[in-house]
């Protein structure tokens, strides 16, 4: 596998930085009908990038990346396959929040786990 250098890391997290903004800003406002959320799309830009400021400290070249788009990407399942519902006080629930969460929770943790391996099979 080609080595990738201290500068391809760098670029990684910024391209990263820079498709999650692009990505927040289409959701948020464009497509803001589309979900009706004003502060989760950005509870959870601001959890990826954390995990993207993380991951350039410890210079991860995958879990950025996969941060980033698994923010779009998630959202876009979530408005997929959501469904509507009603608490038992009668108020209407949506599940495209939980969905979305998830889908960024369960590519942040892989792509960790994913490029600890991949580091500690370099050491050896």
């Not at 399942?77 to 469904?83: A, D, E, H, K, V």
Request: with cysteine; glycine share 8%.
């Amino acid at each position: 596998m080609k080595n990738i250098t201290h500068t391809n890391k760098r670029m990684a997290s910024l391209i990263a930085s820079g498709i999650l903004v692009i990505g927040f800003i289409l959701i948020r406002y464009p497509l803001f009908r589309l979900h009706g959320m004003i502060q989760w799309p950005l509870i959870l830009a601001i959890i990826c990038l954390a995990v993207i400021i993380v991951s350039f400290v410890t210079k991860a070249v995958i879990t950025p990346v996969s941060a980033s788009v698994s923010y779009i990407i998630g959202f876009f399942l979530g408005y997929i396959f959501q469904s509507d519902g009603y608490d038992p006080g009668g108020g209407r629930t949506n599940n495209l929040w939980i969905i979305w969460t998830m889908i960024i929770i369960v590519t942040i943790i892989v792509s960790s786990i994913y490029e600890f391996a991949r580091s500690r099979k370099r050491v050896r």
